[in-house]
T-cell receptor, first 116, second 112 residues
């Protein structure tokens, strides 16, 4: 069964450093998402991406964040200058938009980001 | 704007018994979808069940079923014949305006 993959599974970085989290969505999916979950809290929406541009973003997704689909398979989240409060699990998700208009989002296993 | 509320931070159930997890939501969308996700200790988000708001019939997936009350904006999850593998955090979520909005979750413990 197709699945969303994410790399790395765990990233440790120092405050102020840039990090890039990578995701490979399911191949025929057209909508891509990033969510984050601070330990012990709920999952929060960051951004959605469709047709090579951001279609929706939350107030969390400020100028420190950017997303990109550099090729036909990868979808990346970049944090330019990490802060301690960016420590969280980051989930990538994708969904198929087509005839059935399925809104089911398939989640990757997550990347645990630790900022020290 | 959408909000999802789960009022039970923790629930426990005896193995093989039935448990119901509560969820209420609010949305201004006319067309929306509701989901229950399971998050085991690995923290992977696993879809349990989905309900289209325009469908009156409650969704079922094997031992999992929902009670969808659209007028009351209620979307509870019933787990029948609870198994040890059901132990996890359960998140209720609504989809609208191109994003999922999650509740704060219910931690389900299964008592052997």
């Amino acid at each position: 069964e197709p699945e969303v993959t994410q790399t790395p599974s765990h990233q440790v970085t120092q405050m102020g450093q840039e990090v890039i989290l990578r995701c490979v969505p399911i191949s025929n999916h057209l909508y891509f998402y990033w969510y984050r979950q601070i330990l012990g809290q709920k999952v929060e929406f960051l951004v959605s991406f469709y047709n090579n541009e951001i279609s929706e973003k939350s107030e969390i997704f400020d100028d420190q964040f950017s997303v990109e689909r550099p090729d036909g398979s990868n979808f990346t989240l970049k944090i330019r200058s990490t802060k301690l409060e960016d420590s969280a699990m980051y989930f990538c998700a994708s969904s198929e938009v087509g005839f059935t208009l399925s809104y089911e989002q398939y989640f990757g296993p997550g990347t645990r980001l630790t900022v020290t | 704007a959408q909000t999802v509320t789960q009022s039970q931070p923790e629930m426990s159930v005896q193995e093989a018994e039935t448990v119901t997890l509560s969820c209420t939501y609010d949305t201004s969308e006319s067309d929306y979808y509701l989901f229950w996700y399971k998050q085991p200790p690995s923290r992977q988000m696993i879809l349990v069940i989905r309900q289209e708001a325009y469908k009156q019939q409650n969704a079922t997936e094997n031992r999992f079923s929902v009670n969808f009350q659209k007028a009351a904006k209620s979307f509870s999850l019933k787990i029948s014949d609870s198994q040890l593998g059901d132990a996890a955090m359960y998140f209720c979520a609504s989809f609208g305006n191109e994003k999922l909005t999650f509740g704060t979750g219910t931690r389900l413990t299964i008592i052997p």
